[in-house]
């Protein structure tokens, strides 16, 4: 007889079934043992809701006891204008921001609190005043008049008078050569495009992007000619379309200039923007300490900004680049004494609140001639195919001691004998013993682009006044931190304008350093 398999029996206390939570989970490789919550799932299938004796639904299993309500409680705020303003408040309002926001030193607090869509309009949404041009009961109403077109003019003879005066009107404006042929009929010579340099759409794209993204635009100015290197029109675009944007004028290489100079262009240019007077040098700078207060009280003025960014815009070779490192003292920007050394926009941290942008030169649309854009530093003298042609008007701007000075010589009779005594002079010759003309013009145009020629626009002569930015900054405001930042960077401007300011030795006579000096230069 078979002995009989004893049931083994479960002795351990631990649980075996299935469906149990509890049990052991099969830590084996080979074992399909369900998860608690497979488990948890699978008893969740087998729950019925409660029902009444019809079969009606009364509570799921899965329900809470406790109901919401959902019942909203309404409100009259709901269908009106959190924010109403009468009508004539905001014209008020308009003509008092417009009045505080004409000078440049007045700042915009708590921009995002203000409906500026409201007080600024758009050009192109301008409003008409109807009631201007006709009567109300001409325009509305039931007796509406039929609205007669404008033409400019009712008969042949009007229209002829018409255009013969805007023609007129025309060559008064833009002079009459702007015609195909010049008065004995040739047209003049196509521009090289090597003039068209800093004018390209790549370069103005650049610009444009540091622009956007920038807080504060610094304009960097060449203090030998603040005026000629200039942007009125990015001026104009700041102030019709970036009105919350701040800008700042830098007159680098204040070190080429007499300190009476460097003044008098602080003082006349202050009253339009902020402006600073700056020598660019990691080492002896002159400025930084200016600057670095002015952009710590703007980002004080942008609190409400975890950060604030500084663009550097400008003519080629005016020292953006320079600049920068000079604030960051060390080099981080390449820089070299010619144009166009700065390809694309760069990012660079000075402080945890404060970023630099880097901008290329940029070249704005003008009147300036070939000669003008050379002296400006806009091409590299290297590209020059004829160097010789535009040292005539350096002999012009320049004085004749100082010429006499540099080059040692003596006395000459135009631009072409003043190369030929320079060329013999400084060994510049070619086979023959013939001068080489365009190396001693490159030569010269070199100097005047590295300062080495001295050379200034004297500031326009005015009275000493009192500043009008002082009376305009003291304006009573809500945030006192926003007055004294403010009240700051006026304190900074016009301890600047006491300053001493250093000039390079050996440059400039005694007559030049003096402020009663002749003005041609």
Request: glycine fraction near 6%; charged fraction near 30%.
């Amino acid at each position: 007889m078979a002995k009989k398999k004893e049931k083994s029996v479960n002795v351990s206390g631990k649980p075996k079934h299935s469906l149990d939570v509890n049990r052991d989970q099969g830590k084996s490789k080979s074992s399909n043992a369900r998860s608690a919550a497979t488990v948890r799932r699978l008893k969740m299938y087998n729950t019925r809701p409660l029902r009444n004796s019809g079969g009606k639904i009364l509570k799921h299993d899965l329900q809470s006891k406790e109901l919401p309500s959902t019942r909203i409680m309404p409100d009259r705020r709901w269908f009106g204008n959190t924010r109403v303003v009468n009508q004539k408040q905001l014209e008020f309002f308009r003509e008092e921001l417009q009045n505080r926001m004409s000078s440049n030193y007045n700042v915009i607090l708590k921009e995002r609190k203000l409906p500026m869509s409201l007080l600024n309009d758009h050009q192109k949404q301008a409003r008409v005043h109807l009631l201007d041009t006709e009567p109300f009961s001409d325009a509305f109403g039931p007796k509406t008049k039929r609205k007669r077109p404008k033409l400019l003019a009712f008969d042949y003879e009007s229209l002829m008078r018409r255009a013969d005066g805007s023609q007129d009107v025309f060559e008064e404006k833009h002079g009459a050569t702007t015609s195909e042929g010049g008065e004995d009929g040739f047209r003049d010579l196509v521009r090289h495009n090597m003039f068209e340099k800093g004018q390209s759409k790549r370069i103005w794209g650049e610009l444009y992007k540091v622009i956007d993204s920038s807080d504060v635009v610094v304009q960097v100015l060449d203090a030998r000619d603040p005026q000629g290197t200039r942007c009125y029109h990015l001026e104009k675009h700041l102030k019709e379309h970036c009105k919350h944007k701040h800008m700042i004028l830098l007159l680098n290489k204040c070190d080429l200039v007499p300190a009476w100079a460097t003044k008098g262009w602080l003082r006349t240019l202050s009253k339009e923007y902020p402006t600073l007077a700056f020598h660019a040098s990691i080492n002896k700078s002159f400025g930084k300490g200016s600057l670095l207060s002015v952009l710590r009280q703007f980002s004080r003025l942008k609190s409400d900004k975890q950060a604030i960014s500084v663009g550097f815009v400008g003519y080629p070779n005016v020292g953006k680049s320079s600049v920068i490192n000079t604030l960051r003292t060390k080099n981080v920007c390449k820089v070299a004494p010619i144009p166009g050394e700065t390809k694309v926009w760069q990012y660079i941290t000075l402080t945890k609140r404060i970023f630099l942008i880097d901008c290329p030169g940029v070249v704005y649309q003008n009147r300036d001639t070939d000669t003008d854009i050379v002296l400006k530093g806009v091409v590299r003298v290297t590209n020059l195919q004829d160097a010789s042609e535009h040292i005539g008007e350096v002999l012009k701007r320049v004085k004749k001691e100082h010429l006499k000075r540099a080059y040692k010589i003596s006395d000459w009779e135009d631009d072409n004998d003043f190369l030929l005594q320079l060329c013999r002079s400084s060994g510049k010759l070619l086979k023959g013993g013939e001068p080489d003309l365009m190396t001693g013009a490159k030569m010269i145009l070199h100097d005047w682009q590295r300062g080495k020629i001295p050379f200034f626009v004297p500031p326009p002569k005015q009275e000493d006044e009192v500043s009008e930015q002082a009376k305009e900054i003291e304006v009573d405001e809500a945030e006192a931190s926003a007055a004294a930042a403010r009240r700051a960077i006026e304190e900074v401007i016009i301890s600047q304008q006491m300053a001493d300011v250093p000039v390079q030795k050996d440059l400039f006579s005694e007559q030049d350093l003096v402020d009663d000096a002749p003005l041609d230069s």
